[in-house]
């Protein structure tokens, strides 16, 4: 078998009783290169011998995928971001379909995939808008791309951001007090979380010496900033108040814009 600069021999003889076909597969073969190959048959009086025609064959390039960068994310709240990605090179491919994947363990697996609904034909950036996540959770996620005719994947390094709070209410202090016929209890909230409240509610449950429910009582305030602490009250909802001995306070809602 020879190319145009080399010679790489005769293949491994094989031996046939009766006439049929041959063959033997190569390796390490140099890429974009073309090769020339004869077959030859000699019988078992060396002057038996024959050949057939001189074929050639041409290896493919070698197959260079494509170059993807994985960005920062962007606009993170408690249930989601923007993914950013970038394809710096096609490589081989004529078209590229790209993808931000998701997990929450490093390294992955990752197991929520949003994909771009373009294709690439040059390189160029990308981004994702990402929803349905859990507050305060890490994320980590890479940037995907895909030649389309190959199949053969690229993927940039991995990166990760957290989830904020969002939307949280955080009971500080309460106390149960007595006056007269009244039973109410008191206390102080504070918005803990990263989103200003337009309206929160306290909830408490009055139970009798064996912890069965008396009565609830909803404590309401509007518009809680960040930070913002909030002195309540919630009343029993009878003046029978014999029986209360004790009670639950807790966050009943919250609502934000």
Same mark, same amino acid.
């Given at each position: ?8 021999? $005769? ?34 009086? /060396? ?18 995928? /494509? ?99 969002? /939307? ?31 309206? $929160?509610?306290? &909830? ?7 912890? /069965? ?13 960040? &930070? ?5 009250? $919630? ?23």
């Amino acid at each position: 078998m020879k190319t145009s600069a080399s010679d790489l021999g $005769a293949t491994p003889s094989q031996t046939l009783t009766a006439p049929g076909a041959f063959s033997y597969g190569l390796t390490n073969l140099d890429p974009e290169t073309t090769y020339t190959f004869t077959a030859w048959a000699e019988g078992d009086n /060396a002057n038996l011998k024959g050949h057939g025609n001189s074929l050639s064959f041409k290896t493919l390039a070698l197959a260079v995928p /494509a170059t993807v960068t994985t960005g920062d994310a962007t606009a993170i709240t408690s249930e989601g971001d923007m993914l950013h990605g970038a394809v710096q090179s096609m490589g081989m491919a004529s078209s590229l379909t790209v993808s931000i994947e998701v997990g929450t363990t490093s390294g992955g697996p990752y197991t929520i995939i949003y994909s771009v609904p373009v294709t690439f034909q040059s390189p160029g950036p990308f981004g994702v808008d990402v929803s349905g996540l859990s507050p305060e959770t890490t994320y980590y996620y890479r940037a995907t791309a895909m030649d389309t005719s190959t199949l053969i994947e690229s993927y940039g390094e991995e990166e990760s951001f957290k989830t904020t709070k969002g /939307a949280e209410l955080t009971i500080l202090s309460s106390q149960m007090v007595t006056e007269g016929s009244t039973v109410k209890v008191t206390g102080q909230a504070q918005n803990t979380g990263t989103l200003p409240l337009t309206h $929160a509610q306290i &909830g408490v449950n009055f139970k009798d010496a064996l912890g /069965a429910l008396l009565g609830s009582a909803i404590a309401d305030k509007d518009n809680l900033g960040l &930070g913002e602490i909030w002195t309540w009250e $919630a009343t029993y909802p009878s003046t029978d108040i014999s029986n209360v001995v004790s009670y639950e306070a807790y966050v009943a809602y919250v609502l934000w814009t």
